[in-house]
């Protein structure tokens, strides 16, 4: 296997994912890894991060090798947490903002290791996590700002992810670079590798929402949807039943008693929508975006596009958690 050439973090460039290619340098080599960075913030300006170094273990002498590498970090377990509180310190200097880190205590582990099984195919996972309070800068009681605790640089390489998640009840008005995927439903933003960060970067600023009857709609959305979904059955059940007791007295529904059709779209009316968003957009687009554009669920944009695959009209490829899609040649 080809060894994964290692980043290089200055100084606050994403304090954990530095530690992480700091202590590689004893790990022989024989493994591929890619790097899932996840920060979720809160609203008092703290964020959970949790660092994932994940690499595909395609015999048992990758797994071997994994836990050999997993040991030689858990050995050095605390240079490692010396690091961390080091960094975040340096950040409080650079921002003139009050920082610390929190690292749970023993017996709880921050550095854990595991190996991820679907189907035939295997991964091996160690995973960092920590408590950095004070990441954001609080700006008021309405706004939130990210990004000037990062003042290194990042360079994300092929198969690397970055997502924030930022708090419920804000939305972003501002963000730099912009995001390679946003999920607003979810409040995270992701950015794929590979990608090279500048200072400060990537930074967003927050805006605290109003309340609304939307809002409370969204986040409950599951709950709601239950709510509708019984409600529909009730009324049609009721129709129904109506209707039915009426043939059999032998009397007819009056004239607005009957169901109105219902008339959909046609599945080639909506190829032609997605055809013509990709050609406008370039010929490629994340999927989860033709789906917003196109007002379509994410099954039936899966459906369609997985039609429109098998008929040779588009490609489609694995981008982190999400696909491309990508009109084929003699369309672009």
């Not at 946003?182 to 970067?201: K, V």
């Not at 059999?248 to 013509?276: C, F, H, M, Y």
């Not at 975006?289 to 099954?299: H, L, V, Y």
Request: charged content about 25%.
């Amino acid at each position: 296997m080809k060894t994964k050439s290692c980043l290089v973090y200055l100084l606050l460039s994403l304090a954990l994912a530095a530690m992480i290619f700091f202590t590689m340098g004893s790990c022989d080599g024989q493994l591929q890894w890619s790097t899932h960075i996840q920060i979720e913030v809160f609203a008092d300006g703290s964020a959970t991060w949790v660092v994932q170094q994940r690499t595909p273990l395609k015999t048992d002498e990758d797994e071997a090798a994994f836990w050999l590498y997993f040991n030689e970090v858990s050995i050095s377990n605390a240079s490692v947490s010396s690091v961390v509180h080091s960094m975040v310190s340096h950040a409080s200097l650079v921002t003139g903002r009050s920082m610390s880190v929190e690292i749970p205590p023993p017996p709880e582990e921050w550095l854990i290791g595991s190996v991820s099984s679907k189907g035939l195919s295997r991964e091996g996972i160690i995973q960092y996590q920590f408590d950095w309070l004070g990441f954001a800068e609080k700006i008021g009681d309405e706004k939130i700002k990210i990004g000037d605790a990062l003042s290194g640089e990042l360079d994300l390489s092929r198969d690397d992810i970055l997502t924030i998640k930022y708090p419920s009840g804000y939305a972003p008005i501002f963000f730099y670079p912009p995001p390679d995927e946003t999920r607003e439903s979810e409040r995270i933003l992701t950015w794929f590798g590979p990608r090279n960060f500048g200072a400060g970067e990537p930074n967003a600023l927050l805006e605290k929402k109003s309340f609304s009857w939307t809002d409370v709609i969204t986040g409950n959305i599951t709950l709601f949807s239950v709510i509708v979904t019984a409600v529909s059955t009730g009324l049609l059940g009721y129709f129904f039943g109506m209707k039915r007791a009426l043939v059999n007295k032998g009397l007819k529904p009056k004239v607005g008693q009957e169901q109105a059709p219902i008339s959909e779209l046609s599945v080639e009316d909506d190829e032609e929508k997605i055809i013509r968003l990709l050609v406008a957009a370039g010929g490629r687009m994340l999927q989860s975006t033709i789906a917003k554009q196109c007002g379509f669920s994410k099954s039936k944009a899966s459906e369609l596009l997985s039609s429109m695959e098998k008929k040779g009209v588009i490609i489609r490829k694995k981008r982190g958690r999400g696909k491309i899609v990508a009109l084929v040649e003699k369309l672009q």
